[in-house]
C-alpha cells in the first residue's frame, strides 16, 4: 500500500468527495448571492462599500478559523502517516 492509498483512506475519500461538492455548491452560491445583491443594492454606494468590507473581514476570519482547523488534521495525518511508514533508519 502506497503513501497515497494510506491517507486516501485515513482522510476517507467519500466523506472528502462530498466535502469538495459541498464547498463548491457553496462558494458558487456566495458568488451569485453577492453579485445579485450588489445589483439589486437599495443602499447608497458608501454603505454598500461599508457592508462589503465587513462582509469581507467576517469571511477573512472564518477562513483563517478553517485553514487553522485544516493544518491541525493535516498535522495529524501527517503523524498517522509518520508512525506507519517510519523512516529506513528505525
Given at each position: 500500500?502506497?503513501?497515497?492509498?494510506?491517507?486516501?483512506?485515513?482522510?476517507?475519500?467519500?466523506?472528502?468527495?462530498?466535502?469538495?461538492?459541498?464547498?463548491?455548491?457553496?462558494?458558487?452560491?456566495?458568488?451569485?448571492?453577492?453579485?445579485?445583491?450588489?445589483?439589486f443594492a437599495?443602499?447608497?454606494?458608501?454603505?454598500?462599500?461599508?457592508?462589503?468590507?465587513?462582509?469581507?473581514?467576517?469571511?477573512?476570519?472564518?477562513?483563517?478559523?478553517?485553514?487553522?482547523?485544516?493544518?491541525?488534521?493535516?498535522?495529524?495525518?501527517?503523524?498517522?502517516?509518520?508512525?506507519?511508514?517510519?523512516?529506513?533508519?528505525?
Amino acid at each position: 500500500m502506497g503513501l497515497l492509498d494510506y491517507v486516501s483512506k485515513v482522510v476517507h475519500p467519500k466523506r472528502s468527495t462530498q466535502v469538495a461538492d459541498i464547498l463548491w455548491a457553496t462558494t458558487v452560491g456566495l458568488a451569485a448571492g453577492f453579485l445579485a445583491g450588489i445589483l439589486f443594492a437599495p443602499e447608497t454606494g458608501k454603505d454598500t462599500r461599508t457592508a462589503i468590507a465587513k462582509t469581507g473581514r467576517l469571511v477573512s476570519n472564518k477562513v483563517k478559523t478553517s485553514l487553522s482547523h485544516a493544518k491541525g488534521t493535516l498535522e495529524e495525518v501527517a503523524s498517522k502517516v509518520a508512525n506507519e511508514f517510519p523512516t529506513e533508519g528505525e
